[in-house]
């Protein structure tokens, strides 16, 4: 049976980065928990709980910034290669998401005779909160479409800014992540001028959850991944002093919300919040990328949760909560109140770890595998190159 559950951990992992995953993860999962918990526990919640997501969003573009820099730097930008920087993106991280959406789907299909494949259909696309408010069905998915659609444009700016205006790869990078920081930040500054937010869930809908409102959350980790190649050194020499930087903006900004200085539909909140929690986790990375080798059980802990943190995002909420937990008729079997409660909250984490550890070992690190393989790769050679090429 243990042998079931074992994940492989290889050894060329960043151990300080699988930390920083796995924190964003447990944030995000101890956040969605607190809905079914009582509220004198759920503002417990507020105190040790960061954004996650936005951390995930910076640790992404860090990775993906460094592939495309190490890309860019041995080869010229041609569409093959734009294809299969796509290609290894799609292969980790569109059967996951389609296999939660269909499966959402599915369970909708059985318990509601009105709901329509058709009323979800721009989920297949990622476009169901380009700009506009995500619907309620699959919550989660609003972070997905900002990783997509970063993957899809990017890394066309980047190559085409090489190709048509003959600059470094570096400077190309540079330039378009400066552009989309600028043009994200002054959309959210437009917007919260002409939009009245009231509430913390109108904040949520209008300005976190869209896609066009949350891009220079990924282009932070792009500009560390730029620094990190080209001027190691500096990023090096610092990182003690960035580390200390960064935790304390952390802590400060979460002091001031805790204590009513940040208002949901404030300028600080709407147009600078994303931005800042990015810049500070970026402040973390020089040190933790460093930090390569851990021991023991903490570091097995750390990286095996930061190994199925996907699966732990997609199924936490919309599957192991709002489908499973929450349609069980509890109070026919226990009517203690408080062991209910308990044993929601038990179960909620047993059944979002376990799970993420059967998809990851049985689906996500399989279909990973496949990606690498001649079949697959003739596959797309001969579906995708030759089309491009007509």
Not at 142 to 163: D, G, H, M, Q, R
Not at 219 to 227: S, Y
Not at 318 to 325: A, G, K
Request: net charge positive; proline share 3%; glycine share 4%.
């Amino acid at each position: 049976m243990n042998n079931f559950f074992e994940i492989e951990i290889k050894n060329n992992r960043i151990y300080g980065l699988d930390i920083l995953r796995a924190l964003a993860i447990l944030f995000v999962v101890v956040e969605h928990g607190q809905y079914l918990l009582p509220k004198k526990l759920k503002s417990l919640h507020e105190i040790f709980v960061f954004d996650g997501v936005s951390i995930f969003f910076v640790i992404s573009g860090f990775l993906i910034g460094g592939i495309l820099i190490k890309l860019l730097d041995k080869n010229q930008p041609t569409k093959k290669l734009l294809v299969d920087f796509w290609i290894r993106r799609w292969f980790r991280t569109l059967p996951n998401y389609f296999l939660i959406l269909f499966l959402l789907i599915g369970i909708r299909l059985i318990i509601n005779d009105d709901f329509t494949i058709w009323t979800v259909r721009k989920y297949f696309i990622f476009a169901q909160n380009l700009f506009y408010q995500h619907p309620l069905f699959f919550p989660e998915a609003w972070s997905l479409s900002v990783e997509e659609w970063f993957y899809l444009i990017v890394p066309i700016c980047i190559f085409a800014t090489i190709k048509y205006f003959k600059v470094e790869s570096k400077h190309a990078i540079l330039f378009v992540s400066g552009i989309i920081l600028i043009l994200t930040l002054s959309f959210r500054y437009y917007r919260y001028l002409n939009v009245d937010i009231d509430s913390i869930v109108e904040w949520d809908f209008r300005f976190r959850k869209q896609v066009f409102t949350r891009l220079d959350s990924l282009m932070f980790g792009v500009i560390c991944g730029v620094v990190q190649f080209y001027h190691e050194k500096t990023w090096l020499k610092y990182k003690y002093t960035f580390l200390l930087f960064g935790l304390s903006i952390f802590i400060s900004t979460k002091l001031f919300f805790l204590l009513g200085y940040i208002s949901p539909g404030g300028f600080y909140n709407c147009v600078l919040s994303f931005s800042v929690t990015s810049l500070s986790t970026s402040f973390l990375l020089p040190y933790l990328s460093n930090m390569k080798r851990g021991k023991g059980y903490l570091h097995q802990g750390f990286t095996t949760i930061s190994l199925i943190s996907y699966s732990m995002y997609l199924l936490n909420l919309s599957v192991v909560q709002l489908s499973l937990i929450n349609k069980i008729p509890w109070s026919n079997f226990i009517e203690n109140i408080y062991i209910v409660v308990i044993l929601k909250y038990f179960i909620y984490w047993i059944l979002t770890i376990f799970g993420s550890v059967i998809i990851y070992k049985y689906y996500e690190v399989p279909l990973m595998n496949l990606r690498d393989t001649e079949k697959v790769k003739r596959f797309v050679a001969k579906i995708l190159y030759n089309k491009w090429h007509k």
